[in-house]
């Protein structure tokens, strides 16, 4: 494949529209050996034409469009499976013998798959001939390196001899009209990483690197441009253009291919984000959410008691979430999760099982509820449990244990309890997470967090809420901005964070502590779970006088301090116990009453039942 030459003469007229990194090579060609392009190398890359419209080109042959402006005759690429082959020429152009002889570009056979061999002499007359003007790409070089990093001993040989050759044939150059100074007959080497290379490779007076970077905003737009024709799709192309943020060109491309498949023409949005998800159905989206969220109250106060105006709260950012209204302030949508929360509150007053609610209601089932504990992610280095060890440290092939939750269930809801435990560079992934809905993990592959809710959960500035009477309007008010005061001294002052406060913006939300009514409802509530477990665990049916159901509520609430999980405790020793050695010498079927709750002389609780 050639290109043609006017397109090749017009590209210093061209050269303000071309990418950065082809300018790069352009400018640098005159005293340039080596190029070591490194980055978004397998991407598709927006090249002006001489027309003036834009297309897409490969990596090599954007590199050709640069080389064949400047009057080179071929450009040769070497990979080991391909061998040695003559990609480009110009119009016109004959290969000389020498070159044919020399490179065997003749042989009916490429050289040996999965070899470097003969990439020295290649390297060789590329570098020293007076017959031709050509340039060589060598290519797969990154992934010729074994797991112990080796490099085959040909390819050592070869970037030897091209270093050489640098260094001795400054006088092998030719002059172009097109160009000031004579040019050199360069060798690029595509890597994924520079250090996929020699030490030795990397710097030098003939040496230069050239990363290729994801597409910025006006790239991305005129790739929008391309793909999204205004006349076809107004205002589409815009709008695509900043929600592709982060994604390569084939990326993009790839998610309009499925925005045709799917005969959605105006939701680009919900294309790209089942392009980074790998999902196409999503519940945020779902007509059936919304009929949910108009009987939200019902659903979480059922299970999390007393906490009305927490409810509250949580609805409110559960409505702006699922009407896309997350950050709406901002010019352009956000590209941050769907909502973030920050629960504070005494243990036992509703924190987690406020989030197993929220799952059950967005996404159908608590099973999409992803917990960490963070009081075990408190040591140095617990970072890498989340995102994945790095390339050659042990746990590597496993991933992160957060990355990998996300990435099965990408539509979730994220718990880590108790934050202010965790290690402080794990708030940095945080940090990272709430402001670009994506992490990189240990792999360097991006997950996304932007259909999740990330909830975070302390019991911050509790210490200072004592004597707060919270049955009056007032007291709860005092005791919500007590609170409050308290979570923010601990990110500003304490883990000098400031800007993870300000990510998770006006979202906290306070638990009361448990009165004696609400606790009565749970212990209530709690007793009618406990009869149904019983029933289907054990095949009998346990019936409780009101007189036993009174004394048990009493018994649960005598201790608030732990809160709901205190008043679970209880019923289990109060309860739960004695009724099961009760029912171990029964038949597992029938039925049985609880007429008396009651305790034997060493104080352990009893329960009076009749057949």
């Given at each position: 494949?050639?290109?043609?030459?006017?397109?090749?003469d017009?590209?210093?007229?061209?050269?303000?529209?071309?990418?950065?990194?082809?300018?790069?090579?352009?400018?640098?060609?005159?005293?340039?050996?080596?190029?070591?392009?490194?980055?978004?190398?397998?991407?598709?890359?927006?090249?002006p034409?001489?027309?003036?419209?834009?297309?897409?080109?490969?990596?090599?042959?954007?590199?050709?469009?640069?080389?064949?402006?400047?009057?080179?005759?071929?450009?040769?690429?070497?990979?080991?499976?391909?061998?040695?082959?003559?990609?480009?020429?110009r119009?016109?152009?004959?290969?000389?013998?020498?070159?044919?002889?020399?490179?065997?570009?003749?042989?009916?056979d490429?050289?040996?798959?999965?070899?470097f061999?003969g990439?020295?002499?290649?390297?060789?007359?590329?570098?020293?001939?007076?017959?031709?003007?050509?340039?060589?790409?060598?290519?797969?070089?990154?992934?010729?390196n074994g797991?112990?990093?080796?490099?085959?001993?040909?390819?050592?040989?070869?970037?030897?001899m091209?270093?050489?050759?640098?260094?001795?044939?400054?006088?092998?150059q030719?002059?172009h009209?097109?160009?000031?100074?004579?040019l050199?007959?360069?060798?690029?080497?595509?890597?994924d990483?520079?250090?996929?290379?020699?030490?030795w490779?990397?710097?030098?007076?003939?040496?230069?690197?050239?990363p290729?970077?994801?597409?910025?905003?006006?790239?991305?737009?005129?790739?929008?441009?391309?793909?999204?024709p205004?006349?076809?799709?107004?205002?589409?192309?815009?709008?695509?253009?900043?929600?592709?943020?982060?994604?390569?060109?084939?990326?993009?491309?790839?998610?309009?291919?499925?925005?045709?498949?799917?005969?959605?023409?105006g939701?680009?949005?919900?294309?790209?984000?089942?392009?980074?998800?790998g999902?196409?159905?999503?519940?945020?989206?779902?007509?059936?959410?919304?009929?949910?969220?108009?009987?939200?109250?019902q659903?979480?106060?059922?299970?999390?008691?007393?906490?009305?105006?927490?409810?509250?709260?949580?609805?409110?950012?559960?409505?702006?979430s699922?009407?896309?209204?997350?950050?709406?302030?901002?010019?352009?949508?956000?590209?941050?999760?769907?909502?973030?929360?920050?629960?504070?509150?005494?243990?036992?007053?509703?924190?987690t099982?406020?989030?197993?609610?929220?799952?059950?209601?967005?996404?159908?089932?608590?099973?999409?509820?992803?917990?960490?504990?963070m009081?075990?992610?408190?040591?140095?280095?617990?970072?890498?449990?989340?995102?994945?060890?790095?390339?050659?440290?042990v746990?590597?092939?496993?991933?992160?244990?957060?990355?990998?939750?996300?990435?099965?269930?990408?539509?979730?809801?994220?718990?880590?309890?108790e934050?202010?435990?965790a290690d402080?560079?794990?708030?940095?992934?945080?940090?990272?997470?709430?402001?670009?809905?994506?992490?990189?993990?240990?792999?360097?592959?991006?997950?996304?967090f932007?259909?999740?809710?990330?909830?975070?959960?302390?019991?911050?500035?509790?210490?200072?809420?004592?004597?707060?009477?919270?049955?009056t309007?007032?007291?709860?008010?005092?005791?919500?901005?007590?609170?409050?005061?308290?979570v923010?001294r601990?990110?500003?002052?304490?883990?000098?964070?400031?800007?993870?406060?300000?990510?998770?913006?006006?979202?906290?939300?306070?638990?009361?502590?448990?009165?004696?009514?609400?606790?009565?409802?749970?212990?209530?509530?709690?007793l009618d779970t406990i009869?149904?477990?019983?029933?289907?665990?054990?095949?009998?049916?346990?019936?409780?006088?009101?007189?036993?159901?009174?004394?048990?509520?009493g018994?649960?609430?005598?201790?608030?301090?732990?809160?709901?999980?205190?008043?679970?405790?209880?019923?289990?020793?109060?309860?739960?116990?004695?009724?099961?050695?009760?029912?171990?010498?029964?038949?597992s079927?029938g039925s049985v009453?609880?007429?008396?709750?009651?305790?034997a002389s060493?104080?352990?609780?009893?329960?009076?039942?009749?057949?």
């Open positions: 494949m050639s290109v043609q030459s006017s397109a090749a017009s590209f210093e007229a061209q050269n303000q529209a071309m990418p950065l990194w082809l300018r790069s090579i352009h400018a640098a060609l005159p005293m340039t050996s080596h190029f070591i392009v490194h980055g978004a190398i397998r991407d598709r890359h927006v090249v034409t001489a027309t003036g419209l834009p297309t897409f080109r490969t990596t090599v042959e954007a590199i050709w469009g640069v080389l064949a402006s400047s009057g080179f005759d071929c450009l040769l690429t070497y990979s080991p499976l391909d061998g040695m082959v003559l990609a480009h020429q119009d016109g152009w004959r290969p000389p013998e020498s070159l044919n002889n020399a490179l065997g570009l003749d042989a009916r490429p050289a040996p798959p999965i070899d061999h990439l020295d002499a290649a390297i060789g007359y590329v570098q020293t001939t007076h017959d031709a003007k050509p340039a060589l790409l060598v290519e797969y070089v990154s992934q010729a797991l112990d990093g080796d490099r085959p001993s040909q390819l050592n040989v070869a970037m030897l091209a270093l050489r050759n640098a260094h001795r044939t400054t006088g092998v030719f002059k009209d097109a160009r000031r100074r004579a050199r007959h360069p060798v690029f080497w595509l890597v990483h520079p250090n996929d290379l020699p030490t490779m990397l710097s030098g007076d003939t040496i230069r690197q050239v290729i970077g994801r597409p910025e905003l006006p790239t991305r737009a005129a790739v929008a441009s391309v793909l999204l205004e006349a076809a799709a107004p205002g589409v192309a815009a709008r695509f253009a900043d929600a592709t943020e982060g994604l390569s060109v084939n990326a993009m491309i790839d998610a309009v291919a499925f925005l045709h498949a799917s005969g959605g023409a939701d680009i949005d919900g294309a790209v984000r089942a392009y980074r998800v999902v196409s159905e999503n519940p945020w989206r779902n007509l059936q959410l919304r009929e949910k969220l108009q009987d939200g109250h659903h979480l106060e059922a299970r999390v008691k007393g906490q009305s105006r927490a409810v509250q709260r949580v609805l409110d950012l559960l409505i702006r699922a009407m896309g209204l997350t950050s709406a302030h901002q010019r352009r949508p956000g590209t941050g999760v769907r909502g973030v929360l920050y629960f504070s509150g005494a243990t036992g007053v509703g924190k099982e406020m989030a197993k609610a929220i799952a059950e209601l967005v996404f159908g089932k608590e099973e999409a509820l992803i917990r960490f504990d009081s075990e992610f408190s040591g140095e280095g617990s970072d890498l449990r989340l995102i994945g060890s790095p390339p050659g440290y746990g590597h092939s496993s991933g992160g244990e957060l990355t990998n939750a996300v990435r099965r269930r990408p539509f979730s809801v994220v718990l880590f309890d934050i202010d435990k402080g560079r794990i708030l940095d992934k945080f940090l990272q997470i709430l402001s670009d809905g994506r992490l990189t993990d240990g792999s360097g592959d991006t997950v996304y932007t259909d999740t809710i990330i909830i975070f959960t302390s019991n911050q500035g509790l210490l200072n809420t004592d004597g707060i009477d919270t049955d309007e007032e007291g709860l008010q005092e005791y919500e901005d007590t609170v409050r005061r308290a923010e601990f990110f500003t002052d304490q883990l000098n964070r400031p800007e993870l406060l300000g990510r998770i913006g006006d979202n906290i939300v306070t638990f009361r502590p448990i009165t004696e009514r609400v606790g009565r409802e749970l212990a209530d509530a709690f009869l149904t477990r019983v029933a289907t665990a054990t095949g009998v049916t346990v019936e409780l006088t009101a007189q036993a159901r009174d004394v048990l509520i018994a649960a609430v005598a201790d608030l301090s732990k809160g709901g999980r205190g008043i679970g405790l209880a019923l289990e020793s109060v309860f739960v116990n004695p009724l099961a050695r009760e029912l171990f010498l029964l038949p079927h009453a609880v007429e008396g709750i009651g305790k060493d104080g352990t609780p009893t329960v009076q039942v009749r057949l």
